[in-house]
């Protein structure tokens, strides 16, 4: 085929092209050497220890990388099983929370009755738990934690993660009740007297355990003062009164209707529901997101069972 450049250019252009292939292949080489971890055909034990090295280091994006290359290596060893959930540990710990439920829900998919799915669930719920944004912002997955610590406790009540997720499954609720609080004074302040009244009545009905039922039950009295029913501002009161007679919101509430406890309390009618005394957990501080008894953390926490390349 004839040459369609002159011969006194083409070597030149030739030379140039191939200078410049080569330095776009010499900068993928170094790209690739700074950001990925070097995967190499290997024995499935030295993959996994490789991984779990790495992890011990607490280097977590590489291990759970390393994991992940287990299972894509050797798919139907046994190690491929522990490496699925070992990778969602390690994404756990390095705060990908994201990974490391959609691996933890990977692994429930291919073996929804193996003895680790109990952790599955757990890490998935942690996961969500660790998202929990403050009550000013939206709680969707505040929400989403709730649902999945309760699964956990649902299907497997009798661990020592449910046990952990009936703790934060309180937490939880009271940070829900929290942002319906929030909702019901952003409303007050503005004088829109029912859609405040609605977000308090939802605490007293939805969430009474929690810490927020006292504030909610003395906004609901002055609510319904404003709405212009001093009966039902007395029924509040009263409710208030029976459970929290002590509290500073009883006070306050008992301000507003102006009236003993005596009186408040006969406004309530025969067989008229009366909020529980709010419970507490049994610890010596509430716990904070990520500051749990039993969750993965790197010093001193659990990993899944049969994790250690020699285990089970």
Not at 199 to 215: A, I, K, L, M
């Amino acid at each position: 085929m004839r040459n369609p450049l002159p011969r006194q250019l083409s070597r030149p252009i030739a030379l140039a092209v191939i200078a410049a292939l080569a330095a776009t292949t010499a900068g993928c080489a170094r790209n690739t050497a700074k950001n990925d971890v070097p995967y190499v055909a290997r024995d499935v034990g030295t993959l996994y220890s490789a991984a779990k090295g790495r992890l011990d280091q607490r280097r977590y994006k590489e291990a759970a990388a390393l994991f992940d290359e287990v299972e894509r290596q050797h798919p139907y060893s046994v190690w491929a099983r522990r490496a699925q959930l070992m990778s969602a540990f390690s994404n756990y710990l390095g705060r990908d929370y994201t990974s490391s439920i959609q691996s933890s829900q990977r692994f429930l998919q291919v073996h929804p009755g193996n003895r680790d799915a109990p952790y599955a669930y757990y890490l998935i719920a942690l996961g969500y738990y660790e998202q929990i944004s403050d009550v000013t912002r939206d709680q969707k997955i505040t929400q989403q934690a709730l649902d999945s610590l309760g699964e956990l406790v649902r299907r497997y009540p009798n661990t020592r993660y449910a046990s952990d997720a009936r703790l934060k499954i309180d937490l939880v609720r009271d940070h829900l009740a929290g942002k319906e609080m929030e909702i019901g004074r952003w409303y007050e302040t503005r004088g829109q007297w029912l859609a405040a009244t609605m977000r308090f009545r939802r605490v007293v009905d939805d969430f009474q355990t929690t810490t927020h039922t006292p504030e909610a039950l003395m906004r609901l009295t002055e609510t319904y003062l404003a709405l212009g029913v001093p009966d039902e501002a007395k029924k509040s009161a009263a409710v208030l009164g029976a459970n929290y007679p002590g509290s500073d919101w009883y006070e306050r509430a008992y301000k507003l209707v102006n009236d003993n406890p005596a009186k408040a309390l006969a406004a309530v009618p025969p067989g008229q529901p009366i909020v529980p005394v709010m419970t507490t957990p049994s610890v010596d501080q509430p716990t904070r997101p990520g500051s749990d008894a039993i969750a993965p953390k790197d010093e001193g926490r659990t990993a899944p069972t049969g994790a250690s390349p020699n285990g089970g």
